[in-house]
Structures are given as structure tokens and as C-alpha cells.
């Protein structure tokens, strides 16, 4: 999905330094907007966490567009 914005899993670390520090390391490596959570809880956003609920945002609008753009081609279908 190039060019397209996702949330993916790049790894599962065994303790939560190990998950900080690696997430850390991706970030000052590629830049990437990364959010580190355990049980559903933010415990660190590289850049910062303005960064990853805009891009949060920007995700969840896309994935509207494409659920009434389906919606559309369906009704069209029928």
C-alpha cells in the first residue's frame, strides 16, 4: 500500500524497555510516526503525540471514505 497511511505491527518486544527503546530506534532511523501500546494504553508516541492522533485521524477518515465509496459501488450494483 504505497503512499497509503496504515498502522501495522513492526515487532512485539518482551518487556516494555525493550518495546521503548526499539520503537525509539525505528523512529530516529526512518522518521516513522510511531505509537507504543500495551492493553490498549499509549505509553509512547515518537514524534510526540500530536503527531499520532493526526495521523490517527487522517486514517480513520480514509478508511470512511472507503467504506461509503464501497457502499455506493454496492448500491450501484444492484
Excluded at 518486544?13 to 500495551?38: C, F, P, Q, W
Aim: aromatic share 8%; proline share 3%.
Amino acid at each position: 500500500m504505497r503512499g497509503q497511511p496504515s498502522w501495522y505491527e513492526a515487532l512485539q518486544a518482551y518487556t516494555e524497555d525493550d518495546a521503548l527503546y526499539t520503537a525509539n530506534l525505528i523512529h530516529m532511523d526512518s522518521n516513522a510516526v510511531i505509537k507504543v501500546v500495551r492493553f490498549g494504553l499509549n505509553l509512547a508516541c515518537f514524534p510526540d503525540e500530536h503527531a499520532v492522533e493526526l495521523c490517527e485521524r487522517h486514517i480513520a477518515q480514509q478508511q470512511k471514505r472507503r467504506l461509503e465509496q464501497g457502499a455506493r459501488w454496492n448500491a450501484t450494483q444492484r
